[in-house]
């Protein structure tokens, strides 16, 4: 299997495609973003990268930062993260209310908006929210082994200016009691999560350590028990798409976590650590072409789980 045949093969089929999606525009410096990019990036068990398209460019991985903040937090506070919030599909869009009033502010994974700011004040657990970032930031850097992983902080506060829906998700657990930090900390700490900034070869590295159950590929050392390695996978392969996550699971069959800007990072247990971008998104708010490339990649490789 020539992996870096096949890439090249998927970005310039990409490349070709007229129907590209519709770019994020609810947060202004996501609307200024071209569609007409695309990038993949594919690190195997033995370290090669093999990239193609724009896979050097640095994008807002938004949603993706979930799986790192997940992983962060259940290694500050452990299993008592699930007294806090669930892990079963919501079927509903990233940003909905609707489940937490008769969940009672439990929201149903860590991967939809309201979980994602639960995982940030569990973050938070006695740092302030600059030091909180700060070590998330590190960690990120640390997965990547890059430290030109950045957070946009025009982005961070383009978040926060038109936040609205987050903020009422943030206030509406707090008043369940599911929130133990300042409604503003946990959102400021969520909202420069989705500011971090990488290419498509800088996420495809930190995402190693799920495909290697849980060790960081760099140093040896583990990042996570093969046991949450394992649980974060599948809870991208139920979750990680939001209400698109059994089409997802349907048409490409690998754990995945997408985010806004476009991004989508994959992880094939075992083989491999994937990260493709581009930045129209489909009606579910995954990106189009990222979907397309997997699905492809995933017939191309046999890669699907099943
Ligand atoms: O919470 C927001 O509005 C965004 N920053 C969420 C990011 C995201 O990627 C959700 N979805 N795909």
Redesign the pocket.
């Given at each position: 299997m020539d992996l870096s045949k096949m890439v090249v093969e998927i970005a310039s089929e990409m490349a070709a495609e007229t129907d590209r999606g519709h770019v994020a525009d609810?947060?202004p410096a996501l609307a200024r973003v071209s569609p007409d990019q695309f990038g993949i990036a594919v690190v195997t068990a033995d370290g090669t990268v093999h990239a193609a398209g724009d896979a050097e460019t640095p994008f807002s991985i938004?949603?993706v930062s979930k799986v790192f903040a997940l992983t962060l937090a259940l290694d500050r506070i452990g299993e008592a993260l699930w007294h806090r919030v669930g892990r079963e599909p919501s079927g509903s869009a990233?940003?909905s209310i609707v489940q937490l009033e008769s969940e009672r502010g439990i929201p149903r994974n860590p991967f939809i908006?309201a979980g994602a700011i639960v995982v940030s004040d569990a973050l938070l657990a006695g740092h302030d929210a600059r030091e909180t970032i700060g070590d998330l930031l590190r960690f990120v850097r640390f997965l990547a082994e890059d430290d030109g992983v950045e957070i946009d902080s025009e982005v961070a506060h383009s978040?926060a200016g038109t936040?609205f829906?987050?903020f009422a998700l943030a206030n509406y657990m707090k008043a369940f009691g599911n929130l133990g930090n300042a409604v503003e900390d946990a959102c400021k700490v969520?909202?420069h999560q989705?500011a971090l900034t990488m290419s498509c070869c800088q996420l495809a590295k930190a995402g190693r350590y799920l495909m290697t159950e849980g060790i960081h590929p760099g140093s040896g050392t583990p990042v996570i028990t093969p046991e949450r390695a394992r649980r974060i996978s599948a809870l991208m392969l139920t979750c990680g798409h939001?209400d698109g996550s059994g089409e997802f699971a349907f048409r490409v069959g690998i754990p995945g976590k997408?985010?806004?800007?476009g991004g989508i990072l994959a992880i094939v247990p075992g083989k491999a650590s994937i990260a493709v971008w581009s930045p129209g998104l489909n009606e579910r708010?995954?990106s189009k072409l990222g979907s397309l490339a997997l699905e492809r990649l995933a017939e191309r490789t046999g890669w699907s789980v099943f």
């Open positions: 609810y947060i938004q949603s990233f940003n908006n978040e936040g829906r987050n969520y909202f989705c939001y997408s985010g806004v800007g708010g995954n």
